[in-house]
């Protein structure tokens, strides 16, 4: 059985003509329901009462979520090649409307076996639409052994200290950390479902950053061109910092065979579900990071121990993990995303120290820079206790370089490939904890992938291998954003970017029509200088332009009028401070350029003149 589910403001539906000679008799007029969950329903060869039961009870947890308690089972045989015979369909989806109405559920069905015009509209909220399967076994998904284990996984947990002490966490007082004790909580209750829609979706819409797209698979967002001058930043930003730190760029398949011996004992190695894609009789997985196409480039290629540490570094555009539907909320978790990904190959564990090091700090000047600093986040580390024990300076020093106390799961055995990992966790205005930047010390997969260094005694060995995203998935990063800007708003801050993260950095606002070409003049002096600006060329009072700018978080908004074209010095309001100063246009081009000043720069993605652009929500 496979059910398309759609939190509706609406749905009407018109039977036209019978489409099978066991069509059920119902009248040729319209039926419209409000505020209802459409659950287009395909029944399929094998399903029987108790799947269909099975389903009810599934839609009634998530109905419980969406706080709306009215159905309508609407037979939808498109969603599946291999459907069930007529009367065994019927008998199932009746099976399913009497079973909703025993358990309390306000239940309709649409009529079986009719061509029906229908017209719905869907609500905007991150649960409202949901693809589901019920059955004996989903063919189409392929769980690796890691997913299986990883819940009965024993963890014991602690709080490490600074000063390297290490508590029990029910022993910890949490009175001066909330934060981490949210992050303690989040973890150790492992509960991933979101049962609200958390604020940063509400701004990315409004902010006309990015949406979900009705037309792809759930966890594929669109993005907006402000959202993809953001996103693209970003990129390039992460992508010129490890350069900097020196890591070689590459680029690798975003599909891998199912059957590659290496390949699949390293995927069954990892708890993430595969996209599966069949080609040419062969099974593919898209791959949920850079891990598979570095390590392949890797073991073919010649090096020694005079060139280590190997550092590899890819930004994949796009990593995919079928995470569960009820998982997905907005930027926070995607089944596809943007992971910058660099590899260090290490000769042995006195240089993968060493590196961990240098990388622990790339990580955290990645995240202030990109507008999150060490406040915003908690940091969390795994490692068998094993590794502790014979590495417990290496680790207190890691904590003492983050500065406060930090959340430790701890494994009497070693479980994955890696025998350390840590994450900084930003937590959310719902509580919720998303990894950032991460690093992991992976023994495993050199040897797995036949990788080899020439040693000082002209010996072949097997590298360790260090896993880090600096600053994690990029759509990520920029829920963070969008979540701490809400926070400040409701502290009575202004929320905004970093500037040199701000679609429109200046927007200009003349006082009336006279002042456009004036404002112009300006613009083009502004834009000389690689300074993303607007003009507000609307026929509006200069009040309403103002109340939009800072609607839209524009750091310098600037009023052009009499006063200023005839004295030299603009009017501007400085978001961040909420000051007005009167300066010249050569302090405003000075203090832009200096606060964004070795950061990443492309031009405004929209029209220059306000009345030339469309809407994009």
């Not at 392929?142 to 709080?159: H, M, P, T």
């Not at 000769?347 to 090091?357: G, I, P, R």
């Not at 995240?367 to 940091?379: A, H, P, R, T, V």
């Amino acid at each position: 059985m496979r059910i398309l589910q759609n939190h509706s403001d609406f749905i009407e539906y018109t039977p036209i003509e019978k489409e099978i000679k066991n069509a059920e008799e119902t009248e040729k007029k319209t039926v419209r329901f409000e505020n209802i969950v459409v659950l287009f329903t395909a029944i399929e060869k094998g399903d029987d009462v108790s799947i269909a039961k099975k389903a009810i009870d599934e839609v009634k947890e998530s109905l419980e979520i969406i706080k709306c308690n009215k159905i309508l089972i609407y037979p939808f045989v498109h969603l599946t090649n291999n459907p069930s015979g007529p009367g065994n369909a019927l008998k199932i989806l009746k099976e399913m409307e009497k079973y909703a109405k025993e358990i309390k559920l306000e239940t309709y069905r649409a009529p079986f076996g009719w061509n029906k015009q229908y017209n719905i509209k869907i609500k905007g909220h991150p649960l409202a639409e949901q693809s589901k399967f019920f059955g004996k076994k989903d063919v189409k998904e392929k769980v690796s052994e890691a997913v299986k284990k990883e819940e009965k996984l024993k963890s014991f947990w602690y709080i490490l200290q600074p000063d390297g002490k290490l508590v029990l966490v029910e022993k910890f007082d949490f009175k001066k950390h909330g934060k981490l004790k949210k992050l303690a909580d989040y973890e150790m209750n492992k509960s991933r479902a979101n049962k609200q829609m958390p604020p940063h979706i509400k701004l990315m819409r409004k902010m006309e950053i990015a949406d979900f797209e009705p037309g792809s698979d759930p966890g594929n967002l669109r993005y907006y061109p402000k959202g993809r001058l953001i996103k693209s930043l970003l990129e390039m930003f992460v992508t010129q910092r490890v350069i900097e730190y020196g890591g070689m760029e590459v680029e690798t398949p975003i599909m891998y065979d199912f059957n590659h011996p290496i390949l699949a004992s390293y995927l069954n190695r990892f708890p993430a579900r595969q996209y599966v894609v069949k080609s040419e009789e062969k099974e593919f997985f898209l791959r949920f990071s850079a891990c598979f196409g570095q390590f392949l480039m890797a073991k073919d290629s010649q090096f020694s121990y005079k060139q280590l540490p190997y550092r590899i570094y890819e930004l994949t555009r796009y990593s995919f993990r079928r995470e569960k539907s009820g998982e997905l909320v907005g930027l926070r978790r995607l089944r596809a995303f943007t992971m910058p990904d660099v590899h260090a190959l290490c000769a042995d564990l006195e240089q993968v120290k060493k590196e961990f090091v240098v990388r622990f700090n790339l990580c955290k000047d990645v995240l202030k820079e990109s507008g999150l600093d060490n406040n915003d986040y908690e940091m969390a580390i795994r490692f068998t206790k094993n590794f502790y024990e014979e590495n417990k300076d290496f680790i207190n020093n890691l904590i003492k370089l983050h500065g406060k106390p930090v959340l430790v799961e701890m494994w009497e055995q070693k479980f994955f490939y890696f025998i350390l990992k840590y994450e900084f966790n930003f937590i959310d205005n719902l509580n919720k904890a998303s990894a950032l930047s991460t690093d992991q010390i992976d023994i495993e997969n050199g040897e797995r992938y036949g990788i080899t260094y020439i040693d000082k005694n002209d010996k072949k060995r097997h590298p360790i291998i260090l896993h880090c995203s600096p600053s994690g998935a990029i759509e990520r990063v920029m829920y963070s954003l969008l979540e701490k800007a809400y926070a400040d708003s409701k502290s009575g801050k202004n929320p905004t970017f970093p500037l040199w993260l701000s679609p429109t950095q200046v927007r200009l606002c003349p006082v009336n029509d006279d002042y456009i070409k004036y404002s112009d003049n300006i613009m083009k002096e502004l834009e000389k200088n690689k300074i993303r600006v607007d003009l507000d060329d609307r026929t509006e009072r200069v009040e309403k332009k103002v109340r939009d700018a800072e609607m839209e978080w524009i750091p310098f908004i600037v009023v052009i009028g009499k006063k200023e074209k005839e004295s030299g010095k603009l009017a501007v309001r400085f978001r961040e401070t909420g000051k007005i100063e009167n300066i010249p246009l050569e302090n405003l081009i000075e203090k832009i350029k200096n606060l964004t000043k070795d950061y990443p720069f492309k031009p405004l993605p929209l029209a220059k003149f306000l009345t030339k652009r469309p809407k994009f929500v």
